[in-house]
């Protein structure tokens, strides 16, 4: 017979995640390509100075992020904690077209990094601009051929990879302020440039720090769930250093009307710093970005699309597994889509609006973790390792900041602080409309295709039991219960 | 609640039916786990060593420091084990609980969709 001692001691994973790799986990699901992009957004919302302003209050903005999605986490310590929390707070089926469409940030950013990275690179070696698509495309299949393969950054060679691009972007940024052009004598001056001019720049600067959260999916490997908290603390601090000091670089080094048409904001600034050193440097940590975005991305997002697919919700062929225990068919399909998203960037020019779809989804989501929290506080009474202080309130508050936030950057061009844009909501309303369709009117045909597959493909295999001396039949459930 | 020799039951056949099946030995051939297993309403606890893909042991207890910690009731392990279950359904439910890497919950799930795929 199995042990049954009731005292067991806690048992510890022979490989767990420590608060060192968690928090550049954190870090490095948000700190992506596109968040160069990003500054430049903020500076056009808020020039010169002002931008650090913005990142400072995004910061405090995402510390409340930070608590919410801590106890959430505690509640739920699964990588299936959104579809979770979100299933009991808001319902099954509002959950799951709410996680589809946030999925679809993952792609997003998978075709916005591939597109930038591109760009970069076609821009260094100097070649023609169509060229960049090529680069894309050589990028994608990198990426696609190794998820196949079934490589995995091991989880310290993303820790230094993490680093590496904070320390790198950071270092090169403060040289650009003190040592650049005389020293940074007058930092006051930067204030001088322009006007604070909306929520927009708050709005662009949660962007920054957006997918922190995500290290949520790996709560399963934590040594302890304290560890994610931290993480979650410690992540925002860290961007926000980062961010505010590139924000000031640029600023400082690189004029507005330089940055509004490029893609590579981050390679003017390393010319405008230390030249060709500083150039190919910003050009090497852009495409250490990818390695995280690429190994990140493709995996939360393929072992979701597998998950889905295993659930009932997604046709069963997103299953498939190759030999190398890949869903093949849900990486080949993020490839595809990635591809054909950085196309339509890289055709239109439209890069900035990436930056703005997601942010406005970031922000929806955190709404809906508040009202997530909001809800819970009220259903579920089990013990929770982190605890919201003046969690009900604050959860109401973040539930209404976020909503702002969202309308407010839905709405916005991310060029021009005068002037409005619908583009961005259309895009989000077009996904929402989409996953919503596709969860009430595909997903019951999917189930019943299931439950009539199960029904008639095989019996039940587990042997039936006599009655127990207590009267009470054992045996197995019926599986189409499920 | 199912008893110990239901679950003892329920391992052989799942330990038989994953080392006879060529295609997961091939896909699992990287593989090497320990798994600890905890019934929530029993507190029976028992635990599987593999190796490249293949279950060399089951064993009663915890034994070794383990990759992965499956918790779940006694009636769920033996459906599983019996491919009776889709644990994926009972997962996103937090019906199962899993300690250990996304990537080794996944290749758990993986051996129930390439025995039983109809489960």
Redesign the interface.
Known sequence: ??????A?PP?????SVGTATATATSAGLAFAAIDYLGVVSILAYAPGATAAFAIFVGGLIVILVSAIFSELNGL?P???GI??YLGRAIGNRTALSVTFTYMTTVVLVIAADAFLIGAAVRHVLNEPSVLAYVWIVVLLGVALAANLK?V?LAGWVQTIVTYTVLAGTAILSVIAMFHVGGSFKQPLDLFGQGTFSGIQAIAFAVFLYAAFEWVT??A??ARAPRVITRALFIAPLIIWLVASVFALALSHLVTYHALHGSAYPQLLLGRAALGTVGELWMLALTVLTALNTFNGGF?VAS?FI??AA??NNLPRLF?R?N???VPWMAVTTLTVVSAAVAAVVFATGQWLLLVSVGAAIECAIYAIGSVCLLVLRSRVQSHRPFRMLLGRPLAAFGALLFSLLFVATAFADPKNSKRFSVAPFTVIALLGAVATAYVYFVVPRLQRAAAA??AA??P????V?EATDAGET?G??D?TI? | ??D?Q??T??LD?YTLSCNGNA?LR???R??SR?L?FV?SD?????SMDVEKGEIVSVQ???VG?????VTTTS?TF??MF?????P???????EI???????D???L??IS??I?P??
Not at chain 1, 1 to 6: A, F, I, K, L
Not at chain 2, 88 to 94: A, D, E, S, T
Request: glycine share 6%; charged share 35%.
């Open positions: 017979m199995g042990d049954s001692s009731d067991a048992i510890t994973l022979r490989r739920y699964t990588a299936a579809r979770l079934g995995r999916t790996t399963e490997e995996l072992r597998y998950a295993r659930e299953a597994l030999i190398n225990a597959r199960a493909s095989r039940r295999r587990r042997p039991r054992v197995p459930e599986p499920d | 609640m199912a110990w239901e679950l039951e329920a056949d295609r091939q896909m699992q990287d593989w320990i600890h019934c029993t507190h029976d606890t028992f009663p207890g915890h420091r383990p990759d992965i910690v009636e033996c459906d019996w491919g009776d279950l889709n994926v359904q009972k997962y996103l439910r937090g609980v899993v300690k250990g890497s996304q990537e919950v996944m290749r799930d993986a969709y390439v039983w109809d489960s």
